[in-house]
T-cell receptor, first 116, second 113 residues
Framework: AQTVTQSQPEMSVQEAETVTLSCTYD???????LFWYKQPPSRQMILVIR??????QNATENRFSVNFQKAAKSFSLKISDSQLGDAAMYFC?????????????FGQGTRLTINP | DVKVTQSSRYLVKRTGEKVFLECVQD?????MFWYRQDPGLGLRLIYF???????EKGDIPEGYSVSREKKERFSLILESASTNQTSMYLC????????????FGQGTRLTVV
């Protein structure tokens, strides 16, 4: 079974600085997707960024980027120029790459606090 | 935009009651999921469905059942609510194609007293 581990229950960063959230996963599959979701106090889960395992290039979305190390099974999220609105729970998630009803497997979450 | 709507944001029920949590999506997605979210444990899958009347157990199905009579609606049922089912419940949907994420509802915070 696939597992996802986030070893940082809480992180904090000064506004405008950069922070990196860690995620490791375990799978025997070669075709899969990895995601970072954000859950603000409103509780609405929002997709931040997605990485396809067969792509070597790290995904980026504006201030958000990932460091995908497939051999090490590591998938960290870097937030640059942190803003107050980035404060939220962040979840790393894994999904198998085959078409169909493939569930998302989530990590434990990291609560990110932005200090003004 | 994809919209996944859960019928209640907050719910308080008594021990032993039968509880229904409803979820509706408007994007004709085949897959629907129910997750439970607890601090320090992340999101754990309770049940999922890939078609009408089809369902599969997730990681923590005990004490729960589901119903999917229509494609857009997926209901989670607590047959006899217990205090250890106090939690946040999240519904999600996704299409069958491989290169897409799941879309979530706003969550239902259920308290069983």
């Amino acid at each position: 079974a696939q597992t996802v581990t986030q070893s940082q229950p809480e992180m904090s960063v000064q506004e405008a600085e950069t922070v990196t959230l860690s995620c490791t996963y375990d799978t025997s599959e070669s075709d899969y997707y990895l995601f970072w979701y954000k859950q603000p106090p409103s509780r609405q889960m929002i997709l931040v960024i997605r990485q396809e395992a067969y792509k070597q290039q790290n995904a980026t979305e504006n201030r958000f980027s990932v460091n995908f190390q497939k051999a090490a099974k590591s998938f960290s999220l870097k937030i640059s120029d942190s803003q107050l609105g980035d404060a939220a729970m962040y979840f790393c998630a894994y999904r198998r790459g085959i078409q169909g009803a493939q569930k998302l497997v989530f990590g434990q979450g990291t609560r990110l606090t932005i200090n003004p | 935009d994809v919209k996944v709507t859960q019928s209640s944001r907050y719910l308080v029920k008594r021990t032993g009651e039968k509880v229904f949590l409803e979820c509706v999506q408007d994007m004709d997605h085949e897959n629907m999921f129910w997750y439970r979210q607890d601090p320090g444990l992340g999101l754990r899958l309770i049940y999922f469905s890939y078609d009408v009347k089809m369902k599969e157990k997730g990681d923590i199905p005990e004490g729960y059942s589901v119903s999917r009579e229509k494609k857009e609606r997926f209901s989670l049922i607590l047959e006899s609510a217990s205090t250890n089912q106090t939690s946040m419940y999240l519904c999600a949907s996704s299409p069958l194609r491989r290169n897409t994420e799941a879309f979530f509802g706003q969550g239902t915070r259920l308290t069983v007293v």
